[in-house]
């Protein structure tokens, strides 16, 4: 890359050079004795262990995905938990020491997740249910009982249908949970600066989930001593997390949670536990070099963690007992499920050690990683790892991995607890008797041991026909439960081996790409010291991941002789760069030059909301009721409604007149619905009472490839077409989670991720400038290239028109007016699977329609300083007129945001 | 409370280690700055993938009880699932 501008990094962490090109040539020797002379002074040399990084921006894509848990042969529909992240980060150098970095990850998930651990023998558990007499899967059923032996140990069932078999059976299983998807977002911002011998950053960022809101900041640095053959680092950093977890409103009249009865409120019809937590830490560690080819890293953590430690969604199944069966050959055991109770205080200390050696023959590194933590809630865990990263030539780097994990249980970890008592009983005074109350007037209470032998306060018999009198019930004595407990499988004893590769392959001119795959089991079998005897909790997952890094030099690191005139040099280079289109307009610009790069970001926010409307009109919650629906009455419709896209941008020319793009995109989505004014609501719906809770869906999207060809190049006016596909890579087969015995079928098609088909995506682009002054217009379309999706539909075809004009603000600004119009198709054909059909949202012909829209945007080009080459857009698209096909929600506005740089 | 009994112990042993590890080490070491070339490579960085570590210790702190790795930066969210 720029290596050979670039002497006083020689030796440096270039991490996007070739790793051989740091190899020693025969040839070089006299280069090698005046860099090694140079690197004497303190400042250029560079610490041990830790990269001089550059400039960058990353992207990455990665995909979690469990295996199926151990339901011992129970059919159901439940699908493992995936997520999918999208992360995206950089570094920027505000001056030659100090470095701003950012960060952003959103992962959003689904599936079926355990929510409580109770004996296989139970009559509930994972229950199947049959639709038309045909068992159609299984759903959680928390209350239950089970038989037991004088020993207490459980007498088992068939898993399936429930009936005795006679025999003891001691196997657990996890009672599983569906989830409709769920979005997580997190963002941090970090500032450093570097001294010659020392370091300092500080960073702080906020994490946000609809149930989980957390704020965290950090400050850390290192010292160099011993001419940076030793570094000392230190930090510190500090989390509060808010928890207001949404109560499953399926599970939750099941779970007893009257030790967070302080804690539940009550929302729009759902119930919301409440809890704060705080996490500090404190690590410090110290690099050694311990020769020329080889170092050695190591810290200690500590870590306090205070408040709401437990996981509010999972439940421990406690068996009650009543002690009056203790001596029956057949005890009846009442299984109920209490809401998790951890410690509220934790302590945690982890030391971690890292070996890091050369292995010359092979150019290789060799890394082994040792970590070790305790905890005052008995986990203790040990942690080994090795990986090899081992360069190949041609930019070519592969690294395979292993780690091997153990932990030990908490403490307080169970599969499920007995306790000896009632879950009910009927409350005693200080005297023994039992009390009674008055049905008609509860506050008057009678004494004694049956109904027709009673006597009030002051001792007087009572007349047994007179009076309505019914036992005063209180719940089991929590006293007598252990005072914390949880079923959580991460808190009990087990191991875990994973292993896995990344590749990386750098492209040069500063574009680095990196995939990595990993494959992770868990068995309690594997733990350190015995079988932590919880199988039934092992599963497995995997992790695909891929990532594009750019390496974006600022200007300050261009060769050190050209310093003080490398901005001009940029701004004369810079200057030749086009115009670029309005932010929202795609595949509006070709690149001029064989062999150029541009990679960029753009994210598109859109938002739709305020009326519903039909045509272009509002319309009435009744219309809709009667008539959105076809011969159905509509229930519901959409409140609000916002789509989030987020896309890469990479662009190559191969030729002048030939450039090929490749854009894969992530969407993400969430939309509230509103009970229609009028609407009769079928108390089973699958939305009935799913207030607070609302619906998020967010995966990759499709992937838009294209080739640009340009028609006309002379100067002020330029023109291409655009032959462009769109790949079905987004999902169009997201459901909503079953609930209140009923499914929730395909969610929304305006919630599906994408199109489903192949399409068609041309277009055709003029520009043209002149002075100050520039200008375009744009035909596009999309075809789809299929009848139907895998879901049985296809989305409507689509052209659009636009013309826009620009106005230079300044040399690097250029505002920008636009009009478009668009047609779009309804919806053809419709879902071949269930769908709860509840709103205009659910019908086909409630898509697509007319569109006229201004669009008011602001493009900079900076043309010098330390981003020269950075080009960044923004555009408000304005609706201005609407005619909509069938009933749908208002259109309020898109914004799009794009960021691009070319190489 | 702090720590229990045995946890402090484990700990001193930790510390006592390392500081052996430290002087040991630093006393006898020279490797002059034109030396280094190897140590400089990026295969040599103590976290040569910090993408996949990030994303390795998200993962592994949502199945397992350890402390996070990158427990100085913060954030991770619920891992509820």
């Not at chain 1, 190591?298 to 870590?303: D, F, K, L, N, V």
């Not at chain 1, 023959?361 to 970590?371: E, I, K, Q, V």
């Not at chain 1, 941008?649 to 229609?676: E, G, I």
């Amino acid at each position: 890359m720029q290596q050979n501008k670039r002497p006083r990094f020689q030796g440096s962490k270039q991490r996007y050079n070739p790793p051989e090109s740091h190899s020693v040539k025969p040839s070089s020797h006299t280069l090698q004795a005046l860099t090694s002379a140079a690197l004497m002074l303190p400042g250029l040399l560079i610490s041990p262990g830790h990269a001089a990084v550059t400039d960058r921006i990353n992207f990455q894509y990665s995909r979690y995905q469990e295996g199926e848990r151990n339901l011992y042969g129970v059919p159901h529909s439940y699908k493992p938990i995936s997520a999918d992240v999208l992360h995206g980060s950089g570094i920027f150098s505000l001056t030659d020491r100090a470095k701003f970095t950012f960060g952003y990850t959103q992962d959003t998930w689904s599936g079926a997740t355990p929510v409580s651990t109770t004996p296989l023998a139970t009559s509930g558990g994972n229950r199947p249910y049959t639709v038309n007499g045909v068992v159609a899967g299984a759903s959680p059923l928390l209350r239950s009982s089970i038989l037991l032996d004088h020993d207490l140990n459980p007498i088992g069932r068939d898993p399936i249908t429930k009936q005795s078999t006679g025999v003891v059976d001691t196997r657990s299983v996890l009672v599983m949970s569906s989830a409709s998807p769920e979005t997580r977002r997190q963002a941090n911002f970090g500032l450093s600066y570097e001294w010659n011998e020392a370091a300092l950053n500080v960073g702080g960022g906020f994490s946000r989930e609809r149930d989980y809101h957390s704020s965290f900041g950090s400050i850390g640095g290192r010292l160099d001593f011993n001419q940076k053959l030793t570094s000392v680092k230190f930090g510190g950093g500090y989390t509060d997390s808010q928890v207001s977890a949404i109560l499953d409103p399926d599970s939750s009249p099941y779970i007893t949670k009257t030790a967070y009865a302080q804690q539940i409120v009550n929302r729009r019809g759902s119930e919301i536990l409440k809890g704060d937590r705080q996490d500090w830490v404190a690590n410090t560690g110290l690099t050694q070099v311990l020769s020329k080819n080889a170092l050695i890293d190591a810290s200690i953590g500590y870590t306090h963690s205070n408040g709401f430690l437990e996981n509010p969604y999972k439940a421990t199944s406690v068996i009650f007992i009543d002690p009056a069966d203790l001596n029956k050959n057949v005890i009846r055991g009442d299984v109920r499920a209490l809401i998790e109770q951890r410690p509220n205080i934790r302590n945690q200390v982890a030391l971690s050690t890292k070996y890091v050696h050369y292995i010359s023959p092979f150019n290789a590194a060799m890394h082994l990683g040792y970590r070790l933590s305790v905890d005052d809630w008995g986990v203790n865990t040990h942690t080994f790892d090795a990986s090899w990263v081992q360069p190949l030539g041609g930019g070519w780097t592969l690294t395979p991995r292993i780690r091997y994990y153990s932990q030990d249980a908490a403490s307080f970890y169970r599969p499920y607890l007995f306790s000896q008592q009632n879950y009910i009983n009927q409350a005693v005074d200080s005297f023994g008797r039992q009390i009674w109350i008055d049905k008609k007037d509860p506050t008057v209470q009678y004494y004694g041991s049956d109904q027709f032998n009673l006597v009030d306060q002051s001792g007087n018999a009572v007349d047994a026909f007179s009076v309505d009198a019914q036992p005063k019930l209180t719940l089991f004595d929590a006293g007598k439960l252990p005072a914390h407990f949880s079923s959580d499988h991460r808190l009990a004893g087990f191991g875990s081996l994973s292993g896995g590769v990344v590749l990386s392959k750098i492209l040069g001119k500063g574009v680095a790409l990196e995939a990595g795959f990993e494959y992770y089991t868990r068995a309690s079998s594997m733990q350190i010291g015995g079988g932590g005897n919880n199988s039934f909790a092992d599963f497995d997952y995997y992790v695909a991941n891929a990532a594009i890094k750019f390496d974006i030099e600022p200007v300050s690191s261009m060769p050190i002789a050209t310093s003080g005139g490398s901005s001009a040099a940029h701004t004369h280079s810079s200057l030749h760069h086009h115009k670029i289109p309005p932010a929202t307009v795609m595949f509006g610009h070709m690149l001029d030059k064989p062999g150029d790069f541009m990679a960029g970001y753009r994210f598109m926010y859109q938002w739709t909301g305020g009326h519903m409307m039909h045509g272009a009109h509002k319309v009435s919650d009744q219309t809709i009721v009667d008539q959105g629906c076809g011969n159905k009455d509509c229930q519901f419709a959409p409140q609000f409604m916002d789509m989030r896209m987020h896309m890469v941008d990479l662009m190559y020319a191969p030729t002048k007149w030939l450039n090929v793009m490749l854009m894969p995109t992530f969407m993400d989505m969430d939309m509230n619905l509103r009970q229609l004014a009028g609407a009769r609501v079928d108390a089973s719906g699958a939305h009935g009472h799913h207030g607070a809770a609302g619906h998020e869906s967010g995966a990759v999207g499709d992937t838009y490839f294209s080739s640009l060809i340009k028609l006309l190049d002379i100067p002020g006016h330029r023109m291409h077409v655009n032959l462009g596909f769109s790949a079905p890579t987004g999902k169009t087969d997201i459901k909503i989670r079953r609930s209140f015995n009923a499914d929730g079928g395909l969610i929304h098609f305006g919630m599906q991720l994408g199109s489903g088909t192949w399409d068609f995506t041309p277009s055709l682009t003029y520009l043209g400038e002149y002075s100050r002054w520039s200008w375009g217009t744009q035909i596009s379309g999309i075809k789809r290239m299929e009848d139907r999706n895998q879901s049985g539909y296809r989305l409507g075809d689509m052209f659009q028109a636009t013309g826009w004009g620009g106005l230079d603000l300044t040399r690097w600004l250029t505002a920008s007016v636009r009009g478009v119009y668009t047609w779009q198709d309804a919806i053809h054909r419709d879902f071949n699977q269930y769908n709860a059909r509840i709103g205009p949202m659910d019908f086909p012909r409630n898509y697509g329609g007319q569109f006229w829209d201004m669009g008011f945007g602001v493009n900079a080009q900076i043309p010098g300083g330390r981003f020269a080459g950075n080009r960044l857009g923004i555009e408000w698209v304005q609706p201005i007129r609407s005619d909509f096909n069938g009933y749908q929600l208002d259109r309020q506005g898109m914004l799009s945001a794009t960021w691009s740089y070319q190489f | 409370m702090f720590a229990p009994a045995g946890m402090k112990r484990t700990r001193n042993i930790a510390i006592a280690v390392a500081f052996t590890l430290w002087f040991g080490v630093t006393g006898c070491v020279h490797v002059a700055p034109w030396e280094r070339g190897n140590l400089a490579k990026p295969q040599m960085d103590i976290d040569p993938n910090p993408l996949q570590t990030e994303m390795q210790s998200h993962n592994y702190s949502s199945r397992e009880a350890a402390p996070s790795h990158k427990s100085s930066a913060g954030g991770g969210g619920c891992g509820c699932y």
